[in-house]
């Protein structure tokens, strides 16, 4: 098997929410030996901010010393980088060879596993093979029945912000939703926890009272920005100043959620030194969340995708763009709230450019640009990405931002387009 062939067998199994469950991936990994017993993790469930915080815990258990596994998704450009080691992606002799060894357990299963659930055991199969002192996963959707929850019980259960998303599946309520996501929360682990609505606080410290396990809510009231730029941010928490290279304010406190993660594994033993904790934070890198592609001109790329997500977005540009307008380019799947994403933003745009999302799941550009206009607001509708992003650009006429966002599948496809353009005009 090569690396193309891996790819593609991982990718002919469609990932369906409805299929969420266990049974799927315990009967995987149970035939693989159960090399998930033999790992240390740090579980991250929630709706925004799981991939930047899974980041930057990798970058600080790395400069601790750690070989660190980190387990993320979607991919932005390649799929390798959903899993990787150091900060290095699964190399394509890896994959394949990792690959052929879970694809001939999963072809003789009766209930053949979804893409997400073969990805989820070739990953820790990689990461058991190599040795990794401690993994960062990531949880796809929810956390009760999602294949990463066949784990047992992790050194940390980590809750980023928690907001309505996947009604359909998860429960229609901040509660319901809070209770699954909960449930990556096991006897034997320590828990911390997004400081975020009330009923979410009240759920989880339920959760963890019954199973008895120690709960730490991150205290966002030790924060304090000190200064913040398009490079990055300089903050105190606890009296100790840090450099943040990830910018927005949400990130701030995605950082404390982190550093309230780091008190709670030095507490279970790890040896952390605070050196590493600046250098993690001060080198974490996270490709399209709030990522500056150029300076000059000014491209912002953000793969937020729901309201939360475009909330924040318009928080950091307030901050960063000092009321400047900014031409937005945006792509979105038809079953996210996409009216109240451009509710969000409208005050700080001068118009709008539309494509489609290279997804089966997205909205039409045409589609998007009628509910924008419907807004009183200009829209222009683009057939490629390529072609919204040479678009954006011209309209903004170099003295604009151009803001890209709404959907992670297009974050790849504007890293690469940017490049190309921006180096076609440089000769």
């Not at 605070?274 to 996270?286: F, K, N, P, Q, T």
Request: hydrophobic share 40%; charged share 25%; net charge negative.
């Amino acid at each position: 098997m090569t690396e193309s062939e891996a790819i593609a067998y991982i990718e002919s199994y469609g990932w369906s929410a409805v299929r969420l469950g266990l049974d799927r991936t315990r009967q995987l990994v149970h035939e693989l030996m159960d090399p998930q017993k033999k790992l240390k993790f740090i579980h991250v469930a929630g709706s925004n901010g799981k991939g930047s915080t899974c980041a930057m815990f990798a970058s600080i258990l790395r400069k601790a010393g750690f070989k660190t596994g980190l387990y993320t998704s979607p991919y932005i450009e390649t799929f390798n980088e959903r899993i990787q080691i150091n900060g290095i992606p699964i190399s394509g002799d890896r994959l394949a060879s990792v690959t052929e060894k879970v694809r001939d357990i999963a072809d003789k299963m009766e209930d053949h596993p979804s893409q997400f659930e073969l990805v989820t055991a070739i990953a820790i199969q990689y990461f058991y093979e190599e040795e990794c002192d401690i993994v960062v996963f990531e949880v796809g959707m929810g956390g009760a029945l999602d294949s990463t929850n066949v784990i047992d019980a992790p050194e940390l259960a980590v809750l980023t912000n928690i907001g309505l998303e996947h009604t359909e599946y998860l429960g229609s309520t901040l509660e319901e939703i809070a209770l699954t996501k909960a449930g990556i929360i096991k006897a034997g682990c320590s828990c911390i926890c997004y400081d975020g609505a009330d009923k979410v606080n009240e759920t989880i410290e339920k959760v963890c009272r019954e199973k008895r396990v120690p709960l730490r809510i991150s205290d966002f009231s030790k924060l304090r920005l000190i200064d913040s730029t398009i490079d990055g941010q300089r903050f105190s928490w606890d009296d100790e100043e840090y450099y943040l290279s990830l910018i927005g304010p949400h990130q701030l406190h995605n950082a404390a959620l982190v550093l309230t993660g780091i008190e709670v594994l030095r507490e279970r033993g790890f040896n952390i030194p605070e050196a590493s904790v600046h250098d993690g934070l001060s080198e974490v890198i996270w490709p399209a969340r709030l990522e500056v592609l150029s300076k000059t001109p000014l491209f912002i790329l953000d793969g937020g995708h729901n309201p939360q997500c475009a909330r924040a977005l318009a928080d950091s540009l307030g901050l960063l763009l000092n009321g400047q307008k900014s031409v937005f380019l945006m792509g979105v799947l038809a079953d996210k709230n996409y009216e109240e994403m451009i509710d969000s933003v409208i005050p700080y745009a001068s118009l709008f450019v539309c494509v489609t999302v290279d997804s089966s799941r997205a909205l039409k550009a045409s589609d998007l640009s009628r509910c924008i206009e419907e807004r009183g607001f200009t829209a222009v509708t683009c057939d490629t990405v390529f072609e919204g992003i040479d678009k954006a650009l011209k309209l903004s006429k170099g003295t604009e931002p151009v803001v890209a966002f709404g959907s992670l599948y297009m974050a790849g496809a504007i890293r690469y387009g940017l490049n190309k353009l921006l180096q076609s005009n440089d000769q």
